[in-house]
């Protein structure tokens, strides 16, 4: 199975901060990475998808970048509504596999 | 708009069995693979299974296979997880996801609620 190393487990930033939470996985996934938000009691939500494309309606705060094992989600400028868990996921082979999960707090 | 809505959690002693059900509404759902995702209490997703568009496929998680079986009614809009031979260790909230892809894994885009099961004497 291909694991996928989010870092860091958790984080505290402030509104206004810059934010970055990187991904690596176990081997060469090429581009074949989505990025989702969960905030605390609702479902999974898609930010991201295939490294760097923001899914429609996902404000331009969010980015994504990086290839083949090594990837970085960043939020440009935190604000309050994005305080959630971020998970990083892989769709090269099977079984899909999701990062361990950043809890982002302010 | 799309809603996935699942059915089905609840307390079950070790051994048992449970039928989850997920029905989607406001887009073609004959045309999408369809996800189960799990879970646990206070920890992170764990992909459990994947149906194609039109059934042909279906991919299990090690740990479940032989114990867990996805199926779809397309008549009914309805996808399943039929879960055998329950452990604790199967303990979570069970989301449906449908992927963009009819065929293939490519990014769940839609999320149910989850429904929570808990397996425990």
């Known amino acids: 199975d291909i694991q996928m190393t989010q870092s860091p487990s958790s984080l505290s930033a402030s509104v206004g901060d810059r934010v970055t939470i990187t991904c690596q996985a176990s081997q060469d996934i090429i581009n074949y990475l989505n990025w989702y938000q969960q905030k605390p009691g609702k479902a999974p939500k898609l930010l991201i998808y295939d490294v760097s494309n923001l899914e429609a309606g996902v404000p331009s705060r969010f980015s994504g970048s990086g290839f083949g094992t090594d990837f970085t989600f960043t939020i440009s400028s935190l604000q309050p509504e994005d305080i959630a868990t971020y998970y990083c996921?892989?769709?090269?082979?099977?079984?899909?596999?999701f990062g361990q999960g950043t809890r982002l707090e302010i | 708009q799309v809603q996935l809505v699942e059915s089905g959690g609840g307390v079950v002693q070790p051994g048992r069995s449970l039928r989850l059900s997920c029905v989607a509404s406001g887009f073609i759902f004959s045309e999408y693979a369809m996800h189960w995702v799990r879970q646990a209490p206070g920890k992170g997703l764990e992909w459990v299974a994947v149906i194609w568009y039109d059934g042909s496929n279906k991919y299990y998680l090690d740990s479940v296979k032989g114990r867990f079986a996805i199926s779809r009614d397309n008549s009914k809009n309805t996808l399943f997880l039929q879960m055998n031979n329950l452990r604790a260790d199967d303990t979570a909230v069970y989301y449906c996801?449908?992927?963009?892809?009819?065929?293939?894994?490519?990014?769940?885009?839609?999320w149910g609620q989850g429904t929570l099961v808990t397996v425990s004497s």
């Open positions: 996801a449908r992927d963009v892809a009819a065929g293939g894994i490519l990014r769940l885009d839609q």
């Open positions: 996921q892989h769709y090269d082979i099977f079984p899909i596999t």
